[in-house]
């Protein structure tokens, strides 16, 4: 597949994995709407970009203006060839310190946005025969570390949610790819601590100690659409990560304890129940 011509919508283009796609598809010569709800940082990713790109606000929260942004590429190029849906937040840090309020924002970006970009893509791309939907889940989509409870619930609905629609929509003519790196050098990294979560450093630390590039990442991502791949799990070490969490979910579990619980750093025996 060449990437040349072709148009694509970004959600979470403003910042960290989302402006790197932007830059990847934009070198590989594609039509690329950066969109984002903070419009000066998508004006910022497009205006570093080609003439082919473009910049414009959008909160993946709201159903209509997803299908309304769909429709712009669809009036404007008579397709739409590559829907990335990446918009997201994290929280980090003790379940019970969590609102309610807190909990349905990072439902309603995370898991509904991506509901959104699907439902508005979708269709259009059957009507086509082709197209390629793309979604960024995470290693917490695989495996559920603790103190990520709202995070792990949404990407973890996430890997569902793109493998149940591939498996419908790959014979159709469209491919879907779920995305789950492991730590990523992104400003997300420094966001959404409640408690006494320890951000970046409980990232670095539960996922082998450096953070990914995000430009590499795009290059994987675009390479990983090429291939139609069902999913990319980035780096290469986080797979033996996602094998452990598969094959012993419970040791992986009991691991978990380990980073999350000051009760079980103190006394593992009390702390891990014999699961
Ligand atoms: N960086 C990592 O370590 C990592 C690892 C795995 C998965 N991810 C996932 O990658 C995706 C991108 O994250 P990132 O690391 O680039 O983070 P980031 O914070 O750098 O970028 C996220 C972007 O999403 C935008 N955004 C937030 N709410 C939005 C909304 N309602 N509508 C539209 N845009 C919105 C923000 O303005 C920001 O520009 C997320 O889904 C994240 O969960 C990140």
Not at 86 to 104: F, H, K, R, S, Y
Not at 121 to 146: E, F, K, V
Not at 167 to 186: W, Y
Not at 255 to 272: D, I, N, Y
């Amino acid at each position: 597949m060449s990437f040349a011509g072709k148009h694509a919508i970004v959600t979470g283009a403003g910042s960290g994995i989302g402006a790197a796609l932007c830059r990847a598809l934009d070198l590989a010569g594609a039509h690329v709407v950066c969109t984002d709800i903070d419009r000066s940082a998508a004006e910022a990713t497009a205006s570093s970009l080609s003439p082919r790109a473009r910049a414009a606000t959008l909160d993946v929260t709201d159903a209509g203006a997803v299908q309304a942004a769909v429709d712009d590429v669809v009036g404007r190029a008579g397709r739409l060839d590559l829907m990335f849906n990446n918009a997201g937040i994290v929280w980090g840090g003790e379940t019970e310190l969590l609102t309610l309020d807190q909990w349905n924002a990072i439902i309603d970006i995370n898991l509904r946005g991506v509901v959104h970009g699907v439902v508005a893509a979708y269709p259009q791309m059957l009507r086509q025969g082709d197209g390629h939907i793309i979604n960024t889940a995470s290693m917490a989509g695989l495996a559920a570390g603790g103190q990520l409870t709202s995070y792990v619930a949404t990407k973890h609905a996430v890997v569902g949610l793109s493998m149940a629609l591939r498996s419908e929509a790959v014979p159709r003519g469209v491919g879907v790819l779920v995305v789950c790196p492991a730590a990523v050098e992104t400003p997300i990294l420094d966001k959404g601590a409640v408690g006494s979560f320890g951000g970046r450093d409980y990232f670095l630390k539960t996922q082998g100690g450096k953070a990914y590039d995000a430009d590499q990442l795009a290059r994987d991502i675009l390479r990983a659409i090429e291939r139609n791949k069902a999913i990319l799990v980035k780096p290469t070490v986080a797979h033996a990560q996602w094998l452990f969490a598969r094959l012993a979910p419970v040791m992986m579990n009991r691991l978990s304890m380990r980073f999350t619980s000051p009760q079980a750093k103190r006394s593992p025996s009390r702390a891990v129940d014999s699961g």
